[in-house]
């Protein structure tokens, strides 16, 4: 069987960004492939956190997974850190990867811009998301966007590794969609929609209350043309009200720009915000009905089952680079 991974930061709040560009796509996965779904709290670690807030937010993250119906019996959902060889064969990986492809990497540029006490942590990031995937054989990476940079790096790391120390680790693709691999913040359309960002209103939180998505939605920020049409450049904020529609209502943009032009962008904002406060109740029904001891149980199952297959992935590496008898 195929096998398919990938991880969620426990950072910040889990937006509707991060579940229609990646995470809806575990769930449609979860049948036809063994798939694994990580907690990645160690690349949280790459920017300074509370360790209080880390906690609950990790815990948190795996509930969403359980309330967006990820099936733990078909599927491992488990925490990085739980997993000893994600960290070993990080530093593995950072033995053969060069400072110069780390350099070049945008997230780095982007998260370091400007600040003068940048974690090492926060520069080798890639490396530790390339153990994690190659760790398990993995086929396919369901991400965003914004992910495929540092997917590439991890093929190059793989396809380094197989050259010099001969065939190991397979060579993963990227499964990045179509439409809705990047969804905008709603108040600064130009950007994406970010966990970090402090300004709030751009972003809709999974577990926001419903009063919070119809505020949020009315107020997006569009042009003060009056047609409808798909142009992300030239109309990036009702591009994105498009998009958002056309993911979750799986209808096409151009059948849904069709509809609504001549009649305004209030109303595609109100039945946008209505198909939006639907999409997040049937998550939060369940998320709410999960019990701490239940998420935890299904992380510790999780992690033996994920353990058991890194580790002989990493005595296999440590083997060919020479570091085992
Ligand atoms: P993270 O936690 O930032 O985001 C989780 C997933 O959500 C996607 N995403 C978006 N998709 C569409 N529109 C957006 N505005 C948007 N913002 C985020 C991300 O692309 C991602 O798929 N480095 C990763 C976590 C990671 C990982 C891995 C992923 C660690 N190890 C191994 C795959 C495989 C990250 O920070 O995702």
């Known amino acids: 069987m195929t096998r398919v991974f990938s991880g969620v930061q426990p950072t910040g709040d889990i937006h509707i960004g991060n579940y229609l560009g ?23 670690l790459t920017i300074p956190q509370d360790p209080d807030v880390l906690r609950r937010k990790t815990i948190e993250v795996a509930g969403i997974y359980l309330a967006i119906g990820l099936n733990p019996t078909k599927t491992t959902l488990f925490v990085q850190s739980h997993v000893p060889a994600h960290s070993e064969l990080s530093w593995l990986l950072e033995c053969i990867t060069y400072f110069g492809e780390l350099s070049r990497m945008t997230q780095f540029k982007d998260k370091s811009a400007g600040k ?20 398990y054989d993995t086929n396919y990476v369901p991400v965003g966007a914004d992910q495929k940079q540092h997917l590439e790096l991890t093929r190059d790391i793989a396809q380094r590794f197989n050259n010099r120390f001969g065939e190991t680790f397979v060579v993963p693709e990227p499964l990045i969609s179509e439409v809705g691999a990047r969804i905008m913040s709603l108040s600064d359309p130009e950007k994406k929609m970010s966990k970090s960002a402090e300004d709030e209103v751009g972003r809709i939180n999974l577990l926001d209350t419903p009063e919070i998505v119809k505020k949020k939605i009315m107020r997006a920020v569009t042009d003060s043309e009056n047609s409808i049409y798909y142009d992300p450049d030239k109309k990036p904020g009702l591009s994105n009200l498009l998009t958002l529609m056309s993911v979750q209502t799986g209808r096409s943009i151009e059948e849904i720009a069709a509809d609504y032009d001549g009649k305004g962008y209030g109303l595609l904002k ?5 198909v939006t406060v639907n999409t997040l109740k049937e998550i939060q029904d369940k998320y ?8 935890k149980r299904v992380l510790s199952d999780g992690a033996a089952r ?9 005595q296999k590496v440590q083997q060919k680079m020479g570091l085992r008898y």
């Open 22 to 44: 990646a995470m809806k796509h575990f769930v449609d996965l979860q049948d036809a492939h063994e798939c694994f779904f990580c907690v990645v709290d160690l690349h949280a």
């Open 116 to 135: 003068e006490n940048v974690s090492v942590g926060l520069f080798t990031y890639p490396d530790l998301m390339a153990a994690d995937i190659l760790l």
């Open 270 to 274: 109100k039945d946008l915000a209505e």
């Open 288 to 295: 709410y009905g999960l019990s701490q001891d239940e998420i």
């Open 306 to 314: 994920a353990e058991t297959i890194a580790t002989k992935t990493l």
